[in-house]
């Protein structure tokens, strides 16, 4: 089961939030820090749903550079590893996502120009957008 939706033209993001740490012994104050508002214009986007494999995989990116990208692991034992090229810049091993866990990225001043993918065990599940 997986799902690719793409958008060419005009697209708006839009992220605000808040994020609050607390620590449950008591010693430390909780802390929260405010995501102020960002609102992006841009021109294309892919968001979905898919099944990753154990071969590093090429992601086609919707525009070069790709400012906005986002993905959450969904599997509950397998590990995904993002690979990317920032602009101007040399490939790079980003982040192994643990099961749960997520990854989220904007640069509106530049981003990325390649992503490639690959997963700890065939057939893991990855939410994801990709914008710019």
């Known amino acids: 089961m997986s799902f690719t ?72 034992s397998a590990t995904i590893t993002i690979t990317w090229t920032p602009v101007g810049a040399s490939s790079a091993e980003i982040l192994v996502i643990q099961p749960g866990g997520m990854l989220f990225f904007f640069n509106p001043g530049s981003g990325i120009s390649a992503l490639s993918v690959v997963a700890s065990a065939a057939g893991t599940i990855v939410d994801y957008i990709l914008a710019g």
């Open 5 to 76: 939706v793409t958008l060419a033209g005009p697209t708006q993001a839009s992220l605000n939030g808040l994020f609050t740490f607390i620590d449950t012994t008591n010693i430390q104050a909780p802390l929260s820090k405010v995501i102020p508002t960002l609102v992006a214009n841009l021109s294309a986007a892919i968001f979905g749903e898919g099944a990753i494999g154990t071969s590093s995989t090429p992601v086609t990116l919707p525009i070069n550079p790709t400012q906005l990208f986002y993905a959450r692991n969904l599997s509950l």
